[in-house]
């Protein structure tokens, strides 16, 4: 009744008062902080989010483009958040970063709305994270192993095959639903994706969320909670979700450029400290609940590949493990590039056996050790006998990469992983 009443009420509106940058003055709008605030075009009508409260006003950031809007402009308010539908008629969708749907198909009618905002599972109510969830990549699943609720960071910079192991991960996972977000990606590079890295079998189990470079930074912003918020709805009923975000890197730079519009100062090379406030509002809603999980592979693109760059340093420190991304191992085809000697997880203990981690420990020590002579051997300087571990490296190394190696369209399920890997090291 409280909703009839609210709907047949009078709708009080206000005018806007002042365009300046990202930020829309309006006055006159009854409005709470984070609603949605409708201001009336010559294109037609550009929703805003309501930020902060002044005297002079509420400013309010667009979520659509400013082309068209003039002061005096009409605006009113919805009466509340950004809500988004959720469902399962979700699986196998493309939608913007504000959840409407892109993809020519069927209108979102008849589904459930929820709001975009959402707390956290209280850390005394999440299930312990003590299963493996396997991604169907060999490299990830032996040697830096996720568990079903555990949230990973893929580092590397820009051209290394971030979004290619997104694809196989989406292809293998055993997890019943991929929510994939595409934040501040080029145009040109979505239908790629969709097409050609992850496919019909996995679009088929996937929604998709796309926010590409040249859309409004808040819409880009609010692209990764919608994906978030769309992951918790299928993991609050009882499913298991991974949750792909590409890039955190770019969520954190349109926070960027909302921040030191709003006048925040720069800080740590030019982000202002909302951006380090909003990375674990983030990544703190992902994770194990009461029931279901939500794995969460967020990449992150470093600058200059310096994995102590601000965002990755910060996104490392609140992540359960992270996955390196090697130049080197690019440019001379070796896909997926992943340097497993710097990839760690942080729950491996707790998902994995004796067994399995012996297994996973005796490869890591080998291919150490052939790192420690590789530059001997390549100029033929190496005398075999100096190691042991080098020694049976070396007789193992093209065993090694093939077992490494592996092309996208081919997953291996982790139980055969384990078995290719014990008996690859069996004895070593």
Same mark, same amino acid.
């Given at each position: 009744?409280?909703?009839?009443?609210?709907?047949?009420?009078?709708?009080?509106?206000?005018?806007?008062?002042?365009?300046?940058?990202?930020?829309?003055?309006?006055?006159?709008?009854?409005?709470?902080?984070?609603?949605?605030?409708?201001?009336?075009? *010559?294109? /037609?009508?550009?929703?805003?989010?309501?930020?902060?409260?002044?005297?002079?006003?509420?400013?309010?950031? $667009?979520?659509?483009?400013?082309?068209?809007?003039?002061?005096?402009?009409?605006?009113?308010?919805?009466?509340?958040?950004?809500?988004?539908?959720?469902?399962?008629?979700?699986?196998?969708?493309?939608?913007?970063?504000?959840?409407? $749907?892109? %993809?020519?198909?069927?209108?979102?009618?008849?589904? $459930?709305?929820?709001?975009?905002? *959402?707390?956290?599972?209280?850390?005394?109510?999440?299930?312990?994270?003590?299963?493996?969830?396997?991604?169907?990549?060999?490299?990830?699943?032996?040697?830096?192993?996720?568990?079903?609720?555990?949230?990973?960071?893929?580092?590397? /910079?820009?051209?290394?095959?971030?979004?290619?192991?997104?694809?196989?991960?989406?292809?293998?996972?055993?997890?019943?639903?991929?929510?994939?977000?595409?934040?501040?990606?080029?145009?040109?590079?979505?239908?790629?994706?969709?097409? *050609?890295?992850?496919?019909?079998?996995?679009?088929?189990?996937?929604?998709?969320?796309?926010?590409?470079?040249?859309?409004? +930074?808040?819409?880009?912003?609010?692209?990764?909670?919608?994906?978030?918020?769309?992951?918790?709805?299928?993991?609050?009923?009882?499913?298991?979700?991974v949750l792909m975000m590409d890039s955190l890197t770019r969520v954190a730079m349109a926070q960027r450029e909302i921040g030191l519009s709003a006048g925040e100062p720069p800080a740590t090379r030019g982000y202002p400290p909302s951006v380090f406030g909003i990375l674990p509002r983030l990544l703190e809603r992902a994770g194990p609940g009461a029931t279901g999980s939500i794995t969460g592979l967020y990449t992150v693109l470093v600058e200059g590949d310096d994995m102590q760059d601000p965002i990755g340093d910060t996104a490392r420190s609140i992540l359960d493990g992270h996955i390196v991304l090697s130049r080197r191992l690019a440019t001379s085809g070796h896909f997926p590039s992943i340097d497993v000697l710097e990839s760690l997880s942080r729950v491996v203990t707790a998902i994995t056996t004796p067994e399995q981690r012996? %297994?996973?420990?005796?490869?890591?020590?080998?291919?150490?050790?052939?790192?420690?002579?590789?530059?001997?051997?390549?100029? /033929?300087?190496?005398?075999?006998?100096?190691? +042991?571990?080098?020694?049976?490296?070396?007789?193992?190394?093209?065993?090694? *990469? %093939?077992?490494?190696?592996?092309?996208?369209?081919?997953?291996?399920?982790?139980?055969?992983?384990?078995?290719?890997?014990?008996?690859?090291?069996?004895?070593?």
């Open positions: 009744m409280a909703r009839v009443r609210a709907a047949a009420g009078a709708k009080r509106s206000g005018r806007l008062t002042e365009l300046r940058g990202l930020h829309l003055l309006v006055r006159g709008v009854d409005v709470a902080i984070g609603d949605v605030v409708e201001v009336e075009g *010559n294109d /037609g009508v550009v929703p805003a989010e309501a930020v902060a409260s002044t005297p002079a006003g509420t400013v309010c950031l $667009p979520l659509g483009s400013t082309h068209g809007l003039r002061v005096g402009a009409r605006a009113a308010s919805t009466g509340g958040p950004l809500r988004v539908h959720v469902g399962e008629q979700l699986t196998g969708r493309v939608l913007d970063g504000l959840g409407r $749907p892109i %993809d020519g198909g069927p209108a979102l009618t008849g589904l $459930p709305m929820v709001s975009v905002e *959402n707390a956290a599972p209280h850390p005394l109510e999440r299930a312990r994270i003590d299963r493996q969830v396997g991604l169907g990549v060999r490299a990830l699943d032996a040697l830096v192993p996720a568990g079903r609720g555990q949230r990973v960071g893929i580092f590397a /910079g820009s051209g290394v095959g971030k979004s290619t192991l997104l694809s196989m991960i989406a292809r293998g996972t055993e997890a019943q639903v991929s929510v994939i977000a595409l934040v501040g990606e080029r145009g040109r590079e979505v239908r790629e994706f969709l097409e *050609n890295d992850l496919g019909p079998e996995g679009l088929a189990r996937s929604v998709v969320v796309v926010s590409t470079s040249d859309a409004p +930074p808040v819409e880009r912003l609010r692209a990764a909670f919608v994906a978030t918020r769309i992951a918790e709805w299928f993991r609050d009923t009882g499913r298991d979700v012996g %297994d996973a420990v005796t490869l890591r020590r080998l291919m150490a050790a052939h790192r420690d002579v590789r530059e001997l051997v390549e100029i /033929g300087a190496y005398a075999a006998g100096s190691s +042991p571990d080098a020694d049976r490296a070396i007789a193992l190394l093209p065993r090694i *990469n %093939d077992f490494l190696r592996q092309a996208v369209e081919a997953p291996t399920p982790a139980g055969e992983t384990w078995r290719m890997l014990h008996d690859l090291v069996g004895g070593a």
